[in-house]
């Protein structure tokens, strides 16, 4: 097996933290507690409930840079949480099945699949019976994230940024017929994008900002014009191929410039205050922000460009502790919500995956992904799309890893 993982290793993991911040050419040495290796022994199916899949391509998300950079902060809520001696990188992938063990009925030799289940669960680690949120679809809130896995000996699972891997049948999602390999690895993070939108629905006459428009906030203002289609729609974002996509994609309006001046404009909101060491505030703003950046900067602004009781939708996020001023939380009664990946929506009357509504959609037209992938690489030039992820470059939107 071809494949790449994070290894469990303190002082690597500690080298990798300090390279990060101090030496970020360090990064792209054997220091890294990212490890390639093209010679694992592919493992026997350890249950009858398990699949092995030969993977096609997978797509390079922000969670894989984040452990190629070991970023989850000490003071994470995630920290304390045993994780297992390898982390496999990649879960935004397309493969086909070629072995299914006894007891599996939902997947076939031959279905092409993609990861549903990726965070550490009973559907990615085959834990029987499932926990009440797996067994209803709401796999992102598991109550078993910290469990160990029935299968000790079991560490050569791969994922997504592996040539093949093992999984349970349960933790993927057959990838529809009609349905590119290329729109397959888009099918994950749009699902986040959709999920993000029908958690909580925006009431009609919403105006609505996405800060940051990357892969996520892209899918966003699509996923709002067809749940709802009467808001108004400003997208945050730089660069100019993103501003135009956005616009195609539904944008009412870019949002660029200044943020206080640019969302008083927006929603006609009071004069802007400024205090002595240059702190602004104003009254008005946004009913809704979907805040795809995370951190310090995003959120301190985030909650400044919101109106009396308007409603900020955390979709990036940092695992670090972070401050901001949370002074217009109070004073203005916001709502502050917090989007993990997917799981179960409601949609139409029916209740169904995230994973089959977004595929419903790109299948029918209704929502597109045409267009965002934009950089392809060889799984073992890994470090070359890692380089590329974080350099910030304006036409990057998602960077494929080709992994045969
Ligand atoms: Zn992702
Ligand atoms: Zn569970």
Redesign the pocket.
Known sequence: MKTIYFEKDIPRILATKAAAKVCKPLLFTSLNAVKYRDNLPDPPLPAGDWVRVKNIACGL???DVSFFKATTGTNSALEPIPGSARTYLG??NVGVVTEVGSQVTELQVGDRVTIRAYMAGCDSKGISPRCPYCEAGDYNFCLNYGAPSPYPGLTNTGAGWSDSFIYPARGLAKVYDGITDEQAVMV??SC?SVHSVLCDRPKAGEKILIMGCGTIGLGIVQALKIVQPDCEVWAMVRSKNKQELAKKLGADHIFVGDPYEQTVKATGGSEIYKGMAGNRYFFGGFDRIYDCIGGDWANHTAVRLLKARGTLMKVGHHMNAISFDETPVWWQELRLIGVDAHGMETWEGRKLYTFDLVQEWIRDGKYTVDGFVTHHFKLEDYKKAMKLAMSGAPDVIKIVLDCQ
Do not use: Q, R, Y
């Open positions: 998300c922000g969670t879960h935004e994950e993070p986040v």
